[in-house]
């Protein structure tokens, strides 16, 4: 497949001395098409690589490419395949209305009126929201306002999606609501999501592949059904193993040959084995 974004022998030190780093050995690379989550823990580095990568950030060193361009560089370019959701999507949104804010980027590249008024409402129906298009955005709630980013974010039709933690706050409806979203756009329209998380009992059903991050650099990566089975590495990166996880390895711990699974669907399947045995 062909890489959407490639980041090599990365190196960003900030004024303190911090560095987040990715050798030539373990480079971040995501696919077209593909649903990528960076794991790690707060401080490790999520944050800082996807600043470099949509181009918030220039790295100290390194090879970035997104979408064959260089963020730092080509950013006027490149900025109409992004969409961005920010962590905090209070420092995000700023139209004085929903309508307002989704439609920002589109008023910005001076798209004509009646095709804002479209795309707007055909992204607000997307995600189930044209009856707060024309609320303050300060009164709405948690979920309601990670699905007005999330809009403005696919207003204009992005070619990737860059998420950073975006279901941390969420409770469990809006979670639901906006996993489905995710998934939707990434099967109907082929866009790439990739997402900072340190919900291993989440990403496990949802990504193609995973990157574990510990001090700035990268631990792990590979399929998530690999990777979150190694209970040292994610000790090592100061994460939760999946609760699915540390209940199988009991169930070994306990004399049961059976394998480790990161979903329910393969639980069931693994239970069944024992069941027949």
Do not use: C
């Not at 960003?12 to 790690?40: C, F, M, P, W």
């Not at 990737?160 to 409770?171: A, H, M, Q, T, Y």
């Not at 609501?177 to 999501?193: P, R």
């Not at 650099?217 to 590495?233: F, M, N, S, T, V």
């Amino acid at each position: 497949m062909d890489p959407i974004i490639i980041v090599r022998d990365l190196k960003h030190v900030y004024s303190d001395g911090t560095t987040v780093q990715i050798s030539n050995q373990k480079s971040l690379i995501a696919h077209r098409g593909e649903k990528l989550a960076i794991l790690g823990a707060n401080g490790t580095g999520k944050t800082t690589i996807l600043s470099v990568i949509i181009g918030l950030t220039k790295p100290t060193q390194g090879q970035v490419e997104v979408a064959g361009l260089i963020p730092g560089k080509q950013f006027n370019r490149l900025r109409h395949k992004l969409g961005v959701v920010l962590q905090n999507v209070d420092e995000q949104i700023i139209g004085p209305r929903v309508y307002d804010d989704i439609a920002f980027t589109l008023r910005q590249a001076k798209v004509a009126r009646d095709q804002i008024e479209r795309e707007v409402n055909r992204v607000a129906s997307l995600l189930g929201i044209e009856h707060i298009l024309h609320k303050i955005p300060h009164y709405l709630s948690g979920g309601e306002k990670q699905k007005v980013a999330l809009a403005g974010a696919l207003v204009h039709k992005p070619e990737l999606l860059i998420l950073d933690e975006p279901l941390d706050s969420l409770d469990s409806k809006s979670h639901e609501e906006v996993e489905k979203i995710l998934n939707w756009i990434n099967d109907e329209y082929g866009v790439t999501v990739l997402l900072t998380t340190h919900d291993l009992n989440w990403v496990a059903g949802w990504a193609d592949n995973v990157y574990v991050l510990s001090k700035g650099e990268i631990l792990a990566r590979g399929k998530p059904d690999e990777i979150l089975i190694d209970l040292d590495k994610l000790h090592q990166a100061g994460l939760h193993p999946p609760m699915l996880v540390m209940l199988f390895h009991r169930l070994r711990q306990r004399g049961y040959q059976v394998d480790i699974p990161v979903t329910l669907d393969q639980a069931e399947y693994y239970l069944k084995g024992i069941n027949n045995t």
